[in-house]
């Protein structure tokens, strides 16, 4: 099914296409389209295929190739001469690899690029029998389809349909109408570029080595065969192919043949020894019954041009087509409980090395999915995995070391990284944890205690989080987050991003305990980037230009943040793509992720101004405009600790004057949305030279040469009157 | 023509046929004396529509839903293979059950104008052709198509079939599903009855079918060559095996009387026929002059090992050795190499139990079926049979007419009466009870009434030791009043009968073209065929679509041409008048079911060329001027472009 050793017929094919429209051609050589374009003949017998074809266009930067060499046959391109002479890449002929023909029964003839690295450099259609790009498409659609190989890695796992990245599958856009000819195209063009990779040395050849089987000599059931998983069951709902009804849109099972005890179940003694006297070494062959649904997995375009576009058998980066010769009637099923099916086959993979039953496989089937709204058509790939069980096979299953998921294999290269970030988050939930100890410490005159901290947790957040690491939590997590949940909910998704995901976790874990404010005050990379400009300033003496909003217009401000929240959130239900542009009022991405400089003038402006106002006013953008911080805020009126108050500040304005987050209202009371968790005031609660009652208390007790008591928990000097025996009961 | 047809036209063109056969089959009863059976036949037939009142009394739909339960549905296939053969037509046909479609006509005997059997030089090598190059033969009368055995079952390598008008036997290679070899058997005419062997009797290795058995109907004088033209008496039949592998005629057996159907025995050891003209009569009434007939059984190691011994003659220019197996000439039993079983008169037809046990041999002209079990015939060549008529075990009498019997494996036989138009299913094992003088043994189990006249009558798998027991199909004579009237000619009709349960139920009628005589019911597993052709399997194959060309060699001209959908590698070639033309075509198509065809205008040639294939004809370019050779089997959108022109000039 893979030819993969170069064809005479097919050069012959080409010769005689030659010969046919020789005269045909002399009107028209004018004509751009390759619909059975003709080719010169030495093109499929010269050594010097490049005089014949313009490899350039599909090798940019090469300007001499060197004559066919390999088997099969590719040319290497070279740009310089002499010394200087380096090599750029390979170009191949498809019908020197493979003779697989398209719809046409014909192969597109295609000359590939491929760079030294393995990456595809170019395609293009030199010849292609094709009708129904004579006919109903246009041509330009397989130019387009083959121009999204060009970037692409050969070793990819490029497939028809949709992109799976954990998965490690590349998808490539179909064209609608003409499903057989780009599976032909795309098995051509992994089948020469990876022929070309192998004989590089670009691609490792995955060996593989051949299943030796155990014959049990048993005869089991389907009962038993399903359960222990030597029949694989494949279901696609018509949800998943965006159509409705009940039942499966279409329900296969599997199975692997040449075991001989499965093979045996499944086609009876002389089924399978038929079977097998059939089988070429390098052949295998799988079954497959339909058992629910009314598609079928064979379709019709195997009719005319010999290729079943709907089934596929995948292994490593192999794939596996199969030709109309590959196919066999499944007259029935031996095995006892077997169930009634509408649709059977039989079907030959020719793995040659390549393929081996002992190793795991995946069936695919290659559906349609249709947009509901706009009738349009995409291909879905579904896919089955099929390991033979390991009593099946001498030594049991070889050891399989499958890539990891793309999210864990980040983790995985990130891991001394996450050890320190999550260090650092831990680090500071300690630090806040034990505020008690570091506000007693302190004074509002000597903040160190706590600020030494809070500087700390600064400037690894500024630098190692935000600029190392750019873990910068945003908004758009949250619309994703909302999404997801009335969605879809995806971990991969947010496990991509080990750091903001960690981060995530301490947000949602420390909101609920404290407040928003230890991740808004401490560790939010811009915000602190601001709040240290602030403070930088301020220490380099541009304090007298430092100023706050009048209390009654920030009250005011506040709330723009919840409206831009408000709005982003309802925006992103229209449209996701116009929500995070809209969030780009949040400097983060100018800032932090791309840098200042290195964004279009507006958005250097607007994180500009931003930054430039955080040096006068303490944090502008926090207080006023950051939509995080409204989203955070909300949750954090139901935090589980807040900050201490004692009857007197209801009257008392100390706190509140020093209040760089203007959180703390006329009657005293912490606005805990707002609070930031600076600490200020929970200084002052313990500062018996700060905090006006315990201030009086202390000038009271001075004056009557009272013991100066410890000020508990309360906030006030313990009480000297009680008896100390209570106390200490107490 | 069938035997049956025979039996009337010939008698007497004015009366109709069935007025006669009537009397006809009760004259041969009054000679046996059977009124009693008669009168019980009777019986069992006049119930038979009583039962068909109460079924018609009984909803419609039931017998809708019967229907359809052997509906096959758009887009699956049918369980069986019916490999079928085409009577005078010449050829074989292949019909799917049990939807009764048709799914091939494979050309034999006869020339077809579709694939082009009959046209083609690779077709005419296996027809054989005379001095002039045209097929030696057109016309043929396939009655009998078996297939190849191993290990008692068939094994779908081979089919076999006679052609009784011109005494030939062809093979048909079931991988294409064609002809692949001819072969005239000499010194024979009518070679009616043929049956390959299941094993080989001398070699117990050998498990699967290496000779082919052939019975000829027609006595003529040896050599046949304008001797003994008016001595009838001299005029002989002989027994005759051809090698399934090289279709070589390896002996035959000269005999008293003729041959007319064939059976094998399971073990290899006997191969059998029928006889109906023991009196070696030429006219009618002579043929029914004996009150007893034959069924012959030959032993084959002995005859192989007289061969072997030079215990044989040659007659006229034919090679193949034949023995003596006269009964004057095997006096003896020990040493005989053909026992002749002693049978009512004129039988007809004989078929062996699936278990290897019995053989059946229908009456025709008298209502019974003689029973002749397999061992008691060993016996008798061991000499431990004081008379051969000794190895008949039953002779159940079962209704006018009988013809052919085909088996359940669950111990009954069903016997079609073509008479009394029935089919009759009785107990082999409970006939041999009432043989014995059992009154209470219950032959009959069932009869069913077919339309009309049944001739063979078969069952699914009945002929392999793995019968099935699901259907029976009765090859039927008449079918006036079953089907639309397409004019004088009639369809017949292929009557299936399902006889998995206890009462047999008629459960479609399928139209046949005239005029299929014996059928074999094949599970559809068994046969597996090719998809496409072996490019390699054609010496004359062009590989290369560039070695097309035109290639003169004086007189002669080879035109070389390859064929991709939709084109011929040559656009045009010239040729010139006188010109002996060979044009040889390779489709290099693969795709499977893409066939082509090539036809040219007022040389009379058109022929398929399949994916793969190579074909080539021979003609003489006689008539200038410009012919447009197209492709005629649809291939491509662009079919009607598929041409080339063919120049012939002055």
Known sequence: ?730 | MSNEKDLTVDADPTNSRRKFLNTAALAGLAGVGLSVGLSSCKQDSAHAPAAAAKTDAAPAPVAKAEGGKYEVPPGQLDTYYDFCSGGHSGEVRIYGLPSGRLLKRIPVFNMDALVGWGVTNESKAILGTKPDGSPKYTTGDTHHVHQSYTDGTYDGRYAFVNDKLHSRIARIRLDTMECDKITELPNVQGYHGTFPDKRDPVDAAVNRTTRVFCGAEFSIPLPNEGRDMDKPDAYRSLFTCVDADTMQVRWQVLIDGNCDLVATSFDGKLAATNQYNTEMGVHFGDMMAAERDSCLFFNVARIEQAVKDGKFKTIGSSKVPVVDGTKAANPDAKTALVCYVPLPKNPHGVNISPDGKYYACAGKLSPTCSVIQHDLVLKWFDGELKDAREAVVAEPEIGLGPLHTGFDGRGFAYTTLFLDSQIVKWNVEEAIKAFKGDKNAKVVADRIDVHYQPGHGFTSMGETKEPDGKFFISDNKFSKDRFLPVGPLHPETAQMIDISGDKMKLVADHAVYSEPHDSIIVRRDIIKTRQIYNLDDFPHAIKDAKDSGVFREGKKVTVKITSVAPAFSLPEFRVKKGDEVTIIITNHDKVEDLTHGFAIPKYDVNFLINPQQTQSVTFKAEKPGVYWCYCTNFCHALHLEMRSRMIVEA
């Open chain 1, 1 to 730: 099914m893979i030819p993969t050793i170069d064809s005479p017929v097919a050069r012959a094919l080409m010769r005689y296409a030659a010969l046919m429209l020789l005269l045909a051609c002399l009107a028209t050589t004018a004509g751009a389209t390759s619909y059975e374009a003709h080719l010169p003949p030495e093109l499929s017998t010269s050594p010097r295929m490049c005089d014949y074809v313009p490899c350039a266009e599909v090798l940019p930067g090469a300007d001499s190739f060197s004559e066919r060499k390999g088997s099969p046959p590719y040319v290497e391109g070279y740009r310089g001469s002499g010394d200087g002479k380096k090599l750029v890449g390979y170009v191949m002929l498809s019908t020197d690899i493979t003779d697989l023909p398209a719809y046409s029964g014909k192969p597109v003839v295609t000359l590939i690029g491929m760079d030294a690295r393995g990456y595809f450099t170019g395609v293009k259609v030199l010849k292609h029998s094709e009708p129904i790009l004579l006919l109903g498409i246009p041509e330009q659609a397989l130019i387009d389809f083959n121009h999204q190989y060009v970037g692409k890695f050969v070793g990819d796992q490029l497939e028809i349909g949709q992109s799976r990245p954990d998965e490690h599958i590349v998808g490539l856009d179909a064209i609608t109408g003409a499903t057989v000819t780009v599976i032909a195209q795309n098995q051509v063009m992994l089948n020469s570029g990876m022929a070309v990779a192998k004989q590089v040395g670009i691609l490792k050849p995955t060996p593989r080595a051949a299943a030796k089987f155990v014959d049990s000599g048993a005869a089991p059931t389907w009962q038993q065969m399903v359960e222990e998983g030597s029949l694989q069951r494949l279901s696609v709902s018509p949800a998943e192919v965006g159509s409705s009804g009940a039942g499966p849109f279409i329900e296969l099972w599997f199975g692997y043949l040449n075991q001989p005890t499965l093979g045996r179940a499944i086609l009876g003694r002389s089924g399978y020894d038929r079977l097998m006297a059939d089988l070429k070494p390098g052949d295998h062959a799988i079954f497959v019954i339909r058992t629910a649904g009314g598609e079928s997995f064979k379709g019709s375009g195997f009719v005319r041009g010999g290729i079943y576009d709907r089934v596929q058998v995948r292994q490593g980066r192999d794939i596996f087509s199969f030709r109309d010769t590959d196919y066999l009637n499944l007259y029935g099923v031996a095995a006892p409980g077997a169930p009634a099916f509408t649709e059977s086959a039989i079907f030959i993979i020719h793995g040659g090395n390549a393929f081996s039953a002992a190793y795991p496989w995946q069936f695919v089937f290659l559906g349609n999915k249709t947009d509901r709204e706009t009738r349009t058509k995409t291909f879905v790939n579904f896919d089955r995995e099929y390991w033979l069980p390991a009593n099946y096979l001498q030594g049991g299953r070889p050891l399989v070391v499958k890539p990891d998921p793309t999210w864990l294999k980040i983790w995985k290269d990130r891991a001394g990284a996450i050890v320190a970030f999550t260090a650092l988050l831990l680090g500071v939930a300690v630090v806040y944890a034990n505020r008690d100890g570091l506000v007693r410490r302190s004074s509002h005159k000597n903040k160190w205690p706590v600020n030494g901290f809070k500087y700390v947790a600064w400037v690894i957040s500024i630098f190692f989080a935000g600029f190392g690491l750019l873990a910068q939590p945003s908004i758009t997590q949250v619309l994703t987050w909302f999404h997801s949940l009335l969605f879809q909910w995806k971990w991969e998704l947010f496990l991509s991003d080990p750091f903001i995901f960690i981060f995530w976790v301490f947000i949602i874990v420390t909101v609920f305990v404290w407040g928003r404010g230890l991740f808004c005050g401490w560790l939010c990379p811009f915000g602190s980037l601001t709040e240290l400009m602030y403070k930088v300033a301020r220490a380099l003496g541009l304090k007298r230009f430092q100023t706050m909003l009048p209390k009654r217009l920030h009250d005011r401000l506040k709330w723009v943040k919840y409206a831009v929240f408000i709005g982003l959130l309802a925006v992103s239900m229209f449209s996701m793509g116009l929500a995070e542009k809209l969030a780009e009022v949040e400097p983060f991405k100018t800032t932090i992720l791309v840098g200042l400089f290195k964004r279009s003038w507006p958005y250097t402006l607007f994180a500009g101004t931003l930054l430039g106002l955080s040096i006068f006013i303490e944090r502008p953008f926090c207080k006023y405009l950051c939509p995080l911080g409204a989203a955070l805020a909300m949750p954090t009126t139901f935090r589980w600790f807040g900050l201490k108050r004692k009857q007197e500040c209801d009257t008392c304005k100390a706190c509140a004057k020093g209040c760089g987050s203007l959180a703390i209202d006329r009657d005293g009371r912490i606005d805990q949305r707002e609070c930031l968790l600076c600490m200020d005031c929970m200084i002052l609660y313990y500062d018996q030279h700060g905090c006006p009652p315990l201030a009086q208390e202390r000038r009271r007790r001075t004056k009557s040469g009272l013991e100066m008591t410890r000020i508990g928990a309360d906030g006030y000097f313990i009480p000297i009157r009680q008896i100390p025996t209570q106390a200490a009961e107490k």
